[in-house]
């Protein structure tokens, strides 16, 4: 396992790598709390997937909406919903991610993820963090043109928040019967958690409230 550069939101340098990938942490929290919002937005009635899946719907949306006007684009690549940035050679896709996420704990996605995010997820092996300090720029390599990037995001009910973080994966683990996850990562970016009882806007979850079903972010191929 290669050693993983952790930055969080109070160092400076976390400025730095948002300025090259073009994004500012408003961005994120914006994301995160709209998401959070739609995930309430739930009926009691409706599937068990419905608060994830809205949460979901919200943030491939809002990262497009903040986005595009910068001169980002959206992408869908065999079901992978990705924005990207054909300027940098950037691309960003969500993910649940498990406790560990936003800890200094090293996390791992909650779901499965199929072919196209594991190409993905190879494709950006070939990169250190020297060449993403120095050039930041990303050499054609086949069909694999974006270094991707994960929005990872965990709602912790019992804590009454939602940490996230953006991290750039390096490496699929094996778990229950050969289903994949994301567990390696090369820088993680992680963010001071979103509180949801602070949050003038965000609204609390029903007191019958249960952890949504999630949903994968790809197809499965």
Do not use: C
């Amino acid at each position: 396992m290669s050693a993983t550069l952790l930055v969080k939101e109070n160092e400076q340098s976390v400025q730095g790598y948002l300025q090259k990938l073009d994004l500012d942490v408003e961005i994120l929290i914006n994301v995160i709390e709209r998401s959070h919002i739609d995930r309430m937005s739930a009926d009691k009635d409706e599937p068990t997937t419905a608060p994830g899946t809205y949460a979901y719907f919200a943030i491939v949306r809002e990262l497009r909406k903040a986005l595009l006007p910068k001169g980002w684009e959206k992408g869908n690549l065999s079901g992978l919903e990705t924005v990207f940035n054909p300027a940098n050679n950037v691309s960003i896709i969500q993910a649940i991610g498990n406790r560990s996420t936003g800890t200094p704990t090293s996390p791992s996605t909650k779901n499965t993820k199929g072919k196209k995010t594991r190409e993905y997820i190879q494709s950006n092996k070939q990169f250190s963090i020297s060449e993403f300090d120095n050039n930041f720029s990303i050499k054609n390599s086949g069909d694999i043109l974006f270094q991707t990037w994960v929005l990872l995001h965990y709602f912790d009910r019992s804590q009454q928040e939602i940490r996230f973080e953006l991290s750039l994966p390096t490496k699929f683990e094996s778990y229950d019967n050969g289903r994949i996850r994301a567990s390696e990562w090369e820088i993680r970016l992680v963010f001071n958690p979103v509180k949801i009882a602070n949050s003038h806007y965000l609204p609390e979850p029903p007191p019958n409230y249960t952890d949504p079903v999630n949903i994968a972010i790809s197809k499965k191929l």
